[in-house]
């Protein structure tokens, strides 16, 4: 079954950290950039990460800068993202997408089509 999965979710307190997996399933994922996306109850899906298919380029919203790091091992099939100092209002469903529409080394961030998203992972930071 062709699919992105993501693991690593749970209960954090605040300052905590957690890392997310978004592993891909019967598909390679060195041609798929990756971004990450997340959604809390009562709210619109926002963008939290991205990274190239390259791995080279990577970006980040705002709230999450300097806190949150992205990263690729393509050997594992695996794109990690890395939540250090976690807030309250990072409880969320964190989804991973991919999409093979970029180049290789492209800054470009939560631009669809994607081709895969995961079932999310539920990320709760509380004390």
């Known amino acids: 079954q062709l699919q992105l999965v993501e693991s690593g979710g749970g209960l954090a307190q605040p300052g905590g950290s957690l890392r997310l997996s978004c592993t891909a399933s019967?598909?390679?994922?060195?041609?798929?950039?990756i971004d990450w996306f997340r959604q809390a109850p009562g709210r619109e899906r926002e963008g939290v990460s991205c990274?190239?298919?390259?791995?080279?380029?990577?970006n980040y919203a705002d709230s999450v800068k300097g806190r949150f790091t992205i990263s690729r091992d393509n050997a594992k099939n695996t794109v990690y993202l890395q939540m250090n100092s976690l807030k309250p209002e990072d409880t969320a469903v964190y989804y991973c997408?991919?999409?093979?529409?970029?180049?290789?080394?492209?800054?470009?961030?939560?631009?669809?089509?994607?081709?895969?998203w995961g079932q999310g992972t539920q990320v709760t930071v509380s004390s």
């Open positions: 997408a991919g999409t093979p529409y970029r180049s290789v080394v492209s800054e470009t961030c939560f631009s669809p089509p994607y081709t895969y």
């Open positions: 019967g598909f390679t994922l060195d041609y798929y950039a």
């Open positions: 990274i190239s298919r390259s791995g080279t380029s990577t």
